[in-house]
């Protein structure tokens, strides 16, 4: 038995990279695709959102000289490539997929509508929601966040790679203590680095639950999805 019927699942572009300092590692792309493949299986309707920090950040543009709103069109640019290769990838799984983006550019992918991509994932398509929110100033965990609210999913998952949200970065604090579940609120007071404070509060208000657990390890999407004490839960 599943936890969820619908789901929307967070995926970094830097963990894409695998042990790449940028670009697209085909060992990885396979891995997710595996386990994507194995939850439709399962029948679990999912969408995908993809960040694009392995090829171009917008905020790091600017810090470069870009401009604010051209580099993150840039970065909406690099969501798009990284979709269509995990696309590519699932096609290879034999799992039926979907690119939607939130900026018009047929025949890439079909422009993003909330009645389209329920229809695609009712029909066990991998809906894989790229380009943002088509909007300058709003992160790919933003994005998440809307299109899990839009498509009424049950549940976003944010696959890192890192196995749950701690008290601080357990990357550079020895001394960092896993939480099994938290709520928003209290992500707010503590300053944890989940989301971003506009995503939080999107999952906030609309009641949408979080996982965040680690993706990089195989077999965890599914054990998450089955229920299995893996990751952290952010709720209200």
Not at 79 to 103: D, F, M, P
Not at 109 to 125: C, F, P, T, V
Not at 161 to 171: F, K, M, N
Request: hydrophobic share 40%.
């Amino acid at each position: 038995m599943t936890k969820y019927k619908r789901i929307l699942l967070k995926l970094s572009g830097e963990s894409l990279a695998g042990s790449r300092p940028y670009g697209i590692d085909e060992v990885r792309l396979r891995e997710y695709a595996v386990q994507i493949a194995e939850i439709v299986g399962m029948g679990i309707q999912t969408g995908i959102v993809i960040g694009g920090g392995n090829i171009f950040r917008g905020l790091g543009g600017v810090a470069k000289g870009f401009d604010r709103v051209g580099g993150d069109q840039m970065g909406m640019l690099a969501t798009v490539i990284n979709s269509l290769a995990l696309s590519s990838a699932l096609t290879t799984e034999g799992v039926k997929s979907t690119v939607l983006t939130a900026i018009r550019m047929e025949p890439v992918g079909e422009y993003y509508n909330k009645r389209l991509a329920i229809e695609r994932m009712q029909q066990a398509h991998v809906v894989i929601m790229a380009g943002g929110t088509g909007n300058p100033f709003f992160t790919t965990d933003t994005a998440a966040c809307l299109r899990a609210v839009e498509t009424e999913a049950d549940v976003i998952l944010k696959g890192t790679r890192v196995d749950g949200v701690y008290t601080a970065d357990p990357e550079k604090d020895l001394t960092a203590t896993k939480f099994g579940e938290i709520t928003f609120d209290e992500v707010y007071a503590r300053n944890l680095k989940v989301m971003d404070l506009t995503a939080i509060t999107l999952c906030r208000d609309n009641c949408l639950p979080l996982v965040v657990f680690d993706m990089d390890t195989a077999g965890n999407l599914k054990k998450v999805l089955c229920g299995e004490n893996i990751g952290t839960i952010v709720h209200n």
